[in-house]
């Protein structure tokens, strides 16, 4: 009797040092990776981080903020920042009212040029292209997306298929230097940024508005497409 709790309680106890020396040999980081002891990340934790996209989100453009009237789409941040106390042009993929007033204006930064598209609300585009949307009318907007030169949108749920997007080729024409539509509330943009001194660069997102308030700002959910 006495044997098996002792042996039981140096099983704990070298359960409890191992743990111990896990916990000691590496940390947890608020981004869930992991910290050895001489503060170098894990291989895994590194590569995995590199691969992260952005994956978009909610973004309210202020019209009258000097920086957070253009939105970056590249990191989801303001496209402008103050530097050596004035403010310069970071990432200024999409803006709103400095070009335009109660528009989004894209192609606007350097060498950029640009195509935006309007598709209109989610009704209209399930009216154009015949597919069945779902309570909250997100499946439009869910399911564009770019592969090949050419944008698609739903055409059916059941089983999952799509249909080219009618404006692909609009998208994909030539850009435009501060290129510009209105603003309007539940409506659905495309977006193509190239640049005249990369020939390499992209960029593409969606953006659908979710807020508008004239003159002061709005409020859109975007994603890359």
């Known amino acids: 009797m006495k044997r098996n709790l002792l042996i039981s309680t140096l099983a704990a106890l070298a359960l409890s040092l191992a743990c111990a020396q896990g916990a000691r040999a590496q940390a947890t980081n608020l981004d869930g990776s992991k910290t050895a002891?001489?503060?170098s990340k894990s291989a895994a934790a590194l590569a995995a981080r590199e691969e992260v996209r952005p994956a978009g989100g909610i973004a309210t453009l202020y019209a009258l903020d000097p920086l957070a009237s253009s939105l970056c789409l590249a990191d989801g941040r303001d496209g402008y920042v103050f530097q050596q106390n004035e403010v310069r042009n970071r990432c200024s993929d999409l803006d709103f009212g400095n070009y335009s007033a109660g528009g989004f204006s894209v192609g606007v930064e350097g060498a950029r040029r640009g195509r935006i598209i309007d598709l209109g609300d989610a009704d209209a585009l399930e009216l154009r292209y015949g597919f069945r949307d779902?309570?909250?009318?997100?499946q439009g907007f869910a399911s564009l997306h770019a592969k090949g030169g050419k944008v698609f949108v739903l055409k059916s749920r059941q089983p999952q298929t799509f249909q080219e997007l009618k404006e692909s080729g609009e998208l994909y024409a030539d850009g435009e230097v501060k290129a510009n539509v209105p603003v309007k509330v539940g409506h659905i943009y495309l977006i193509r940024?190239?640049?005249d001194h990369d020939k390499g660069f992209q960029r593409l997102a969606k953006v659908k508005v979710i807020s508008y308030v004239p003159g002061e700002s709005v409020t859109i959910r975007w994603q890359p497409l």
């Open 37 to 39: 002891l001489d503060g």
């Open 193 to 195: 940024i190239t640049d």
């Open 134 to 138: 779902t309570v909250g009318k997100a």
